[in-house]
């Protein structure tokens, strides 16, 4: 990136960190704010024992830490040091990967909940596998992006991280529209056919099911502006004003923090376990307590 550890501008044709004085105190309400939704998450997690919400877990922890490092950056306003503007873009720009992690597992246990394996497009034993390996491969692009653009001391260097990262989020951005076609197709049979499980008089399944495409679909447009973004460069428009990045980033990241923690699948789907057991339990004492069946 080439830049000075004590200047804004970093060669002649005056590299900018930012083209803005970032605000302090909206890094400040989005660290706490990112710091409950981690602490909430991680009371769930530990409570329904959701293993594989940990990398959710992560990227919250990450967004926390990173509107943290966003904070002392604005605190240096005008005299921004490298450090803490490298750790504030890396870590907001990693942490919805990690959220997009744990929903590409949680169909999976979507569908082997509802007993419905033959209605998903790909095997449940293969879809988080191959979702997963796209999610790895646009973390190491956006990380090594990040990485290369932070060690680089030429515009040539800066420029091949900041393409290295805009492939690592096309990836991102083709493997996320693929899984939310196969959610939905999942979704239309199952609705269509539904299994002896998806049929009963609990539907708590199904709220998981829209939730999921509701924080699928936030963070596909997050994605889609932060390709739109490292696609300008760093004189794009829409790193002229910090209004962009808190309503097409932030407050979307936040949303979906926020709407898993409340309706939780770990919460959601274990209350339906619960309910299903307390009406075979139900069914049986009926069973057992009619006449006819002391008659067998």
């Given at each position: 990136?080439?830049?000075d ?13 930012y ?16 710091a ?13 024992k959701?293993?594989f ?8 922890c ?5 509107y ?6 604005a605190?240096q ?26 929903i590409y597992?949680l ?13 998903s ?10 979702f997963?390996l ?7 692009g956006q990380?090594?992006?990040?990485g ?15 393409t ?11 493997f996320?529209?693929g ?44 994605s ?60 049986r ?5 009619h ?6």
């Amino acid at each position: 990136m080439a830049v000075d550890s004590t200047s804004t501008e970093s060669d002649s044709e005056g590299f900018k960190l930012y083209h803005y004085d970032p605000s302090l105190a909206a890094a400040i309400i989005f660290t706490l704010f990112f710091a409950i939704a981690s602490i909430r998450h991680f009371q769930i997690l530990f409570r329904k024992k959701t293993w594989f919400f940990i990398p959710f877990l992560v990227g919250c922890c990450l967004e926390c830490i990173g509107y943290g490092m966003r904070a002392w950056s604005a605190k240096q306003t005008p005299d921004w040091t490298l450090m803490p503007y490298i750790l504030q873009n890396l870590l907001i720009l990693l942490g919805p990967t990690l959220f997009a992690a744990s929903i590409y597992m949680l169909l999976g246990r979507i569908i082997r909940h509802l007993d419905a394996e033959q209605f998903s497009v790909i095997s449940p034993r293969w879809l988080t596998k191959i979702f997963l390996l796209g999610d790895v491969i646009s973390i190491f692009g956006q990380g090594g992006g990040g990485g290369l653009m932070a060690a680089s001391d030429s515009e040539s260097t800066s420029n091949l991280g900041n393409t290295i990262i805009l492939l690592g989020l096309g990836v991102q951005v083709t493997f996320f529209s693929g899984f939310m076609i196969v959610m939905a197709t999942f979704h239309r049979r199952i609705a269509s056919l539904p299994t002896t499980k998806a049929r009963g008089t609990l539907t708590r399944w199904k709220t998981v099911i829209w939730v999921t495409y509701i924080v699928s679909l936030l963070i596909l447009v997050r994605s889609v502006f932060r390709m739109i973004e490292y696609a300008q460069g760093n004189n794009g428009s829409l790193l002229q004003k910090e209004i962009y990045i808190y309503l097409l980033d932030t407050a979307l990241m936040f949303i979906v923090a926020a709407t898993m923690a409340y309706f939780h699948p770990g919460l959601l789907l274990a209350e339906e376990r619960a309910l299903d057991d307390d009406v075979i339990l139900d069914q049986r004492q009926t069973l057992t307590s009619h006449p006819y069946s002391r008659m067998a």
